[in-house]
């Protein structure tokens, strides 16, 4: 630990020699990461953690953070790359776009396990790694807002995508999810090898922004950052990207009716258990359980006359789950052929359902599993969206 622990604000040119093999005892430290890149970096991992754990291992009731973990990337991505033109050297894009040659003749000596040359800023295989990762990661958060709209009816793309649409992007955003993981493998394994070659120390100095480099290793022509360049053009970009994303979010959700509530339904179904919503089964569906209420899943439901049958039908085929775009009205339209109007019989309710309490079901205010109002408090709304769901307080009676 020598030397400078400052920049070396060498005004040479020969800014691209920076490779020189190791081996000559002395060193330097060299200030290399900048602090909004080691910001950048480990909120990035800390995103992305979050991202895995609220997506896969505890899914579903935590998706509010899942969101803000992905909007918060996205923010970082678009910070990353305004600081990869007006940061400090070695955080600038240009400086570690390599040629293939280079690529492959590094990848080489990581595999032959030979010594391996310093570089200062990052290697030729680590350069590659953050291309793909910026790739990646634009790409799993870009599926995302199209899940959440067309899935899910929010966010900005509620308006505008599809369930199909989020049903695709679904696909994507799963996938990319998977390589983003092996490429943290290879991420991390490569700089543990790196590390292994060199003597280098690279985590630290992604914590410090110093690294222990040969004496004789060349710097960079250092550039300064220009912080003040890089919020403005932040500014220029986020301000109308989120802007215009605002606006988006104040669409109406595609795909979501504006359901008028009908009392006769509402009382006449709503006897014997609270009335279902009108998208949960097809218009087909209903017209054929309309035409057998005596035989009404061992309960005879038949109504006083012709015309509140009528009505009830014409209503709930306006509304029937065909008319609808959600993700519920989509799923709950794969029916079990044995029980083709039980919606708790279907078998994406049954996979939804399997890892919740018993117990909650015999609550008070659920008593029975077919009361979804019980705990899906926007059940009226037909979105049963994972953000509104609640469990009652109260005990069994
Ligand atoms: C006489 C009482 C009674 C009336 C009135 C009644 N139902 Fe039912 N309904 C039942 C019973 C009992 C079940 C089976 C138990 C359950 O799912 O709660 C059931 C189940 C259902 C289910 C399947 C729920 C599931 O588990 O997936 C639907 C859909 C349904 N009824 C619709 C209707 C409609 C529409 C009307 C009005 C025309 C109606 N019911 C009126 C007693 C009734
Ligand atoms: C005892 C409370 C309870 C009742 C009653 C209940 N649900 Fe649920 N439902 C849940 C819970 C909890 C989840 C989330 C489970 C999970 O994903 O881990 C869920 C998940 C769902 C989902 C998936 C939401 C999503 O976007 O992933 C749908 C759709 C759904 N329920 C519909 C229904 C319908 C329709 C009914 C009535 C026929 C119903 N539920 C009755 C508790 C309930």
Redesign the pocket.
């Known amino acids: 630990m020598t030397e400078n622990t400052q920049d070396k604000n060498q005004d040479t040119d020969q800014g691209t020699d920076q490779t020189n093999d190791h081996g000559e005892g002395k060193s330097r430290m060299v200030k290399v990461w900048d602090l909004p890149t080691r910001m950048f970096h480990w909120t990035l991992v800390a995103m992305v953690l979050i991202g895995y754990l609220t997506g896969w291992v505890f899914?579903?009731n935590t998706m509010g953070i899942h969101l803000w973990a992905g909007y918060i990337t996205v923010f970082l991505l678009v910070f990353r790359l305004t600081w990869g033109i007006f940061g400090s050297e070695y955080s600038r894009l240009e400086t570690f776009v390599f040629t293939p040659s280079h690529i492959i003749e590094h990848m080489k000596e990581l595999i032959t396990l030979r010594p391996v040359k310093h570089y200062i800023g990052h290697n030729p295989t680590g350069s590659m790694m953050v291309f793909g990762l910026l790739f990646v990661l634009a790409t799993i958060t870009l599926s995302g807002l199209m899940v959440l709209g067309g899935e899910?009816n929010q966010g900005p793309m509620a308006g505008a995508a599809t369930y199909a649409v989020g049903d695709m992007a679904a696909t994507v955003h799963n996938g990319f999810v998977i390589l983003l993981l092996a490429m943290i493998v290879a991420h991390v394994g490569g700089v543990y090898m790196e590390m292994k070659l060199t003597g280098e120390e690279l985590i630290k100095s992604m914590i410090t922004g110093l690294k222990k480099i040969p004496a004789n290793t060349q710097d960079l022509k250092h550039r300064n950052a220009r912080p003040l360049a890089a919020i403005v053009v932040m500014i220029a970009v986020l301000g109308p990207a989120g802007t215009v994303l605002w606006a988006m979010s104040a669409m109406p959700p595609s795909g979501l009716l504006d359901l008028e509530p009908n009392d006769v339904y509402e009382s006449e179904c709503g006897d014997c258990h609270s009335p279902?919503h009108p998208s949960?089964l097809s218009s087909d569906s209903w017209t054929k359980m309309m035409l057998d209420l005596e035989n009404h899943f061992g309960d005879d439901a038949t109504l006083g006359d012709d015309a509140t049958a009528v009505e009830i039908t014409t209503y709930l085929t306006k509304y029937g789950g065909d008319k609808w775009d959600t993700?519920?009205a989509n799923?709950f339209r794969v029916v079990d052929p044995k029980a083709p109007f039980q919606?708790?019989a279907t078998p994406y309710?049954i996979r939804?359902?399997k890892?919740?309490n018993p117990e909650?079901?015999k609550l008070k205010k659920?008593g029975v599993?077919?009361?979804?109002g019980?705990?899906?408090t926007d059940h009226y709304s037909g979105s049963?969206?994972?953000q509104k769901?609640k469990?009652p307080k109260e005990k069994k009676q």
């Open positions: 899914a579903e899910e279902f949960l993700e519920a799923r919606i708790t309710w939804k359902h890892d919740v909650f079901f659920v599993k077919s009361n979804c019980g705990c899906h049963f969206d994972d769901i469990i």
